[in-house]
């Protein structure tokens, strides 16, 4: 994204309609000089960057907003509730938005949170920084200024910061399992980038996994933390959840040591779960379910 998305500039457009539609934003920021890579707006500034990149969202969302309260304002005087509510979140959230600060959904009711989503704007959606370092800074990025800058700068805003080098994982991913071991050892580093990316999104989406282990595959199912068993059968499909019976689940951590489900389960290591049953991280479960 460039400036001036938001008036159609560069891929303006077609860009913010597709992050529209995302759960989430992950902000790749640019945090290593190299003079063979020139930056479009000159020298380094990650702070620059990423207000560039609020000031896009913001602006695409006071014109979303501009448009559609027009029409809001007509069907609220016509008694139409959800208009009411649609009207209350803009009312609320504008003045984050124009002030380009991230906003507090604290002060939205449950009701608002819930049709906030079907919104879709841009500058509410969870954000998390992906610090895009050199190979070399990757073992200690606390000694890299501008790692630094961006972190200060996360932490007034309440997102969280994963240090990654994207040319790292190029490299990384063209090794098999037991080379790319070999290489982020050498680096001095216990895991790759993208693989801290994936568990802060998770975390920040406020996802678990659970998973349903067969002979022929081993399936891995994400689900919103506090879920139940129903809720996440119906993951899978909407049969399992309307006729649940009981969920057969495993810990991961038993699963692991006893190696197999058959061994689990010599152990009494597997429970039988109802439908209050809520689901932990890992869970490998196999769903009871009749219709």
Known sequence: MVRG??????????FLSHIREVDAVVHVVRCFDDENIT?????????RDVETIHIELAMADQS????????LQKQKKQGDKRAQIECDIFEKLSPYIDQVKACDLNILSDEER?????????????????ANVKEEELADPDKNKYVMALKAKAQEEGRPVVV???QIEAELSALDAEERA???????????????????????LGLKTYFTAGEKEVRAWPFEAGYTAPKCAGII??????????AEVIGYDDYVLSGSEKTAKEKGLMRLEGKEYVMKDG?????RFNV
């Open 114 to 130: 819930e049709i906030l989503p079907q919104l879709q704007l841009l500058s509410v959606k969870p954000m998390l920084y992906a």
């Open 164 to 166: 990654i080098s994207a």
């Open 237 to 246: 499909h909407s049969d399992f959840e309307r006729g649940f019976i009981k």
């Open 39 to 47: 930056h479009v707006d000159g020298g380094i500034d990650p702070l």
């Open 283 to 287: 869970d490998v479960v196999h769903f």
């Open 182 to 204: 070999s290489y982020l050892e050498s680096l001095g580093v216990e895991d790759s980038g993208v693989n801290k990316l994936i568990r802060a999104a998770f975390d920040l």
């Open 64 to 71: 979303s907003i501009s448009k559609r309260l027009e029409r």
């Open 5 to 14: 998305a938001s008036k159609g500039e560069g891929l303006g457009n077609q």
